[in-house]
């Protein structure tokens, strides 16, 4: 599901997910990556057949949950007033902690170079 969206494809244990089912199908699945400096909501894919009916929010709003401090997520802009709804909040790159941070360098040039842009979005 995240390669078909292509999304980020690293750090894909499945240890860090949790999927949303329907009649024993996965319909959705999401992740806090997980790294020394920071938690990363990523990996959020619900199936085309089951979106905007609620499958993605229930995602994030399990997956931050319990999470004690800040979790941060990367995006494209157009999808920034659907995070906000969540309470992720826009942060400036330079406030992005390690490794974040360089992916996110790295999607700024991208998106320059091929005409979008990456947000980087803070919760807590
Ligand atoms: C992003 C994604 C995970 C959202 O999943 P979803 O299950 O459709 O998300 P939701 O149902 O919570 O919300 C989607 C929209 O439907 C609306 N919605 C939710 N329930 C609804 C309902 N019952 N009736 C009508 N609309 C509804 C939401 O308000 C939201 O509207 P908005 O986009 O204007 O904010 C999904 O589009 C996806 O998999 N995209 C491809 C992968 C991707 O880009 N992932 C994100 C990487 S940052």
Redesign the pocket.
């Known amino acids: 599901m995240v390669r078909q969206?292509n999304?980020d494809p690293t750090a894909l244990h499945w240890s860090h997910f949790l999927i949303a089912e329907d009649a024993g199908q996965t319909i959705?699945i999401g992740q806090i990556r997980p790294s020394p400096n920071c938690r990363e909501l990523g990996s959020?894919?619900?199936l085309e057949s089951?979106?905007?009916?609620?499958?993605?929010?229930l995602l994030i709003e399990a997956l931050v949950k319990d999470e004690p401090g800040p979790v941060f997520?990367e995006?494209?802009a157009f999808?920034e007033?659907?995070y906000s709804?969540f309470g992720f909040r826009r942060v400036p790159w330079w406030e992005t902690p390690m490794p974040l941070k360089l992916k996110a360098g790295l999607g700024g040039i991208f998106g320059r170079l091929f005409g979008y842009q990456v947000v980087t979005m803070r919760w807590r």
């Open positions: 969206e999304l959705g959020l894919v619900v089951h979106r905007k009916s609620g499958v993605g929010a997520l995006c494209l999808r007033p659907y709804k």
